[in-house]
Nanobody
Framework: QVQVVESGGGLVQAGGSLRLSCAASGRTFSRYAMGWFRQAPGKEREFVAAINWTGGSTYYADSVKGRFTISRDGTKNTVYLQMNKVQPEDTAVYYC???????????????WGQGTQVTVSS
């Protein structure tokens, strides 16, 4: 079983930067794909970014390409989401998810963190 916990959310002004972290536990973490999703009030949970277990392949939603970067540190069992040039539309609860196979749908992941709030002011 994999346990994931997100951190790093907070309040940031439009155009600024924020880095989210996802700490994972479990001896199989290094071979799990990881994904970031977000959900704003009244909206469906949507895909943001994903990374395969080696860290060699990354995928992004069109809305964040060129602004967000997903990466992982196998030594520390941590996945990051570097958020640059944030916009008010990025305001949401951000969730980290893990599973054995990479996907772009929330249904593709079986392990989830508790979420961390990101609020972007204009």
């Amino acid at each position: 079983q994999v346990q994931v916990v997100e951190s790093g959310g907070g309040l940031v002004q439009a155009g600024g930067s924020l880095r989210l972290s996802c700490a994972a536990s479990g001896r199989t973490f290094s071979r799990y794909a990881m994904g970031w999703f977000r959900q704003a009030p009244g909206k469906e949970r949507e895909f943001v970014a994903a990374i395969n277990w080696t860290g060699g392949s990354t995928y992004y939603a069109d809305s964040v390409k060129g602004r967000f970067t997903i990466s992982r540190d196998g030594t520390k069992n941590t996945v990051y989401l570097q958020m640059n040039k944030v916009q008010p539309e990025d305001t949401a609860v951000y969730y980290c998810a893990a599973d054995r196979v990479l996907g772009r749908s929330p249904d593709d992941y079986g392990y989830w963190g508790q979420g961390t709030q990101v609020t972007v002011s204009s």
